[in-house]
């Protein structure tokens, strides 16, 4: 019996990468679920958003890093950031008056819009590719590490060690602040009123007065700060690569619907979810069983569930496994 | 009709042109995939032209289409079947017998016990199944890993794999279309999304089923061999009768016409069923609800019912089409499949050709896939021209002519774009 390891072996394994990753599609999520509640439809082109943000971000932080700007020990990257959003927002801004305004006034169906936003998607993918290139990139600068899993072991005496990076501290330090800052706009200010007012009755709110554009508007630049700020975390915390965003969709669009379309609070709690699914349905918790039992005791075999291979289905098992057990969602969503 | 007419002369006057100005062997190539494109195209127009269905999951159907070619028609291994193929056989019957019993076990218990008695079968049928499939998979994979480690297939001719590769996808599409199609048509594209994921994990990782990122190489052919063609009595009087200057090139084309044909046969089917269904009782139904789902439940159509259907016959065609595709390119290989081509290419051939019209599926297959090949040429001589001002060296005009490829996505998402905004109906639109 050795409980205080199998602890701190279950935390560096899983607690501390699923946190981390829980809330990079959180980020995501809440983007996804915020066009479903304005504008009612599954963007196809979010991934991509993620991914200009990202570039972006690498762009302007390569910039600096040529200048000898920087903030160390924090990766250079954060002070980039700023440069990131604001670039896609442009772009979110000009994909909304270019392409997803027309379709809105028609009041078209959410399948031609969701056929609409593929075509964003192909634009963005295209553009990045030329800009950037389809190589992965690595980002991070600043101090790697927290605390290595060596200090922890030499200060605690355990036999496992914990690490933290820093990239998964920051990781949930900003992502805690951004969704704070979203929920207080949401409540508190005017506009974020009317956004929920329109999300929850387009007619209602249109009599009351709510200009729709300047809805539609907002949440469009809301949803490209998400993304670019959920891109770039995601990349400084594993590497960027431009292919991977358009896999990274599917446990996005799975955490959106678990947790209830249209409900920011659902959008994170299913992020969480689908991470923590994740990381411990693919763990091998051979270890981790044979510290718990008695000594030398172990378990034959990993007792792992699936391999690490087919993490994204796990995402789609929970996305089968909520449509048919409950489709509205964790926290009931306004849309089946 | 003279404008279908005119439509198909254009597009065949720019495939010749390509035969006269880059090559034929070139303009053939590109005929053989615009045909298998076609069928692809073909299968969506009936999920989303006739149904209103949006499914973006043709990647997947496809690649089981291909899976099958392979399980098909390559030699089984001995070797691996002695080593692992009763348990291979155990742990299917394993599987078989877990799904028997969770669905007596459902039809047995009262209501309010069969969430928890579903799980507790689901779990013991879990161990039993990896029991007998862990250690089979590994020495399956042990075999002579680096020529074989899978079991291989039955060894039987290639052409078998088109309409079994069509039966796979529809089993797939059947149990997929059960759990999405009652919902709202959002959840239908990201379910599909998710399983076409998943199938191309299956494939690239189950190395006992498929050789995963090994590739398996060599498919067996449905047409002769260059190399055989050349030393033929007949082909060599062929060549002479022609007065052809280079006889392997000779082969080449005639094998590339040779698949031609028998894709041009299989679209031709396809078609033939494809246009008596839409003209049917059944096809003017399938309108009916797409324009109207509540009017025709009204009248007592069954609505989910005839999606199902529906949906598992454009995911058939999608699997013929996926069987064709790996038998022409004589490998599979599981890494090649990306949603960008397989799926939303597909999509962008379908609503640039006239969603609902079946001709302008097949010309949208036909006009797309000539962009997508000839975007690359135009792209580099569009960044040619660009950085022409540009010194030979500088960074600015080396990163644009890497990044000429990549035009081609930009190509498609702005004829996408266009097309929906300006011209929704497509190219030859559906006909009421």
New interface residues.
Partial sequence: MDVLNALALITNFVLVPAIAYGAQLSLGALGVTLIFGILRFANFSHGEMMSWGAMSTILATWWMQAQGIGIAPFPTALLALPIGIASTILMALAANRFVFRFYHRQHSNPIVFAIVSVGVMFVLAGLIRIIIGPDDQTFTDGARFIFTAGDFRQVTGLREGIALKQTQVLTVVVAVAVMAALFWFLQKTRAGKAMRAYSDDEDLALLSGVDPDRVVMIAWIITATLAAIAGTLYGLDKTYKPFIFLQILLPIFAATILGGIGQPVGAILGGFVVAFSEVMVTYAFKKFLGYLGPEDWAPEGLVQLLSTEYKFAVSFIILVAVLLIRPTGIIRGKVI | MTRKLFLFGAMALLLIFVGFYQSWNVALGIVNLCLISSIMALGVNMQWGYA?L?N?GIMGFTALGGLTAVLVSMPPVDAAWAAGGTDILLAALSLAATVVAIIVARRLTPRTMRLPVTIVLMIAG?FLISEFF?PAARQIEAVDSAQTGYLGGMGLPIVLAWPLGGLVAAGAAWFIGK??LG?????L???T???S??II?VI??EEWLTRGVKNVTGLPRPVPYEVVLVQQPWFIGLADWLDAPDLSDLAGLFVKLCYAALFLLVLAIVMWFAERALRSPWGRMMRAIRDNREAAAAMGKDVTGRHLQVFVLGCATCGIAGAMLTTLDGQLTPTSY???RFT?LI??MV?LGGSGNNWGAVLGGFVIWFLWVEAEPLGNWFMQTITLPMADDSFLSQ??V??AA?????????I??LV??FAPKGLIPERH
């Fill in positions: 209103g949006f973006v879990y862990v759990i999405a919902l709202r048509a959002d959840y594209a990201i379910a999304l998710g399983i994921e998943i994990a690239k990782y990306i949603p960008l939303f999509w962008v609503i990163h644009l890497a990044g990549y035009t081609r996505y930009l190509l498609m998402g702005a996408l774009l929906m905004r």
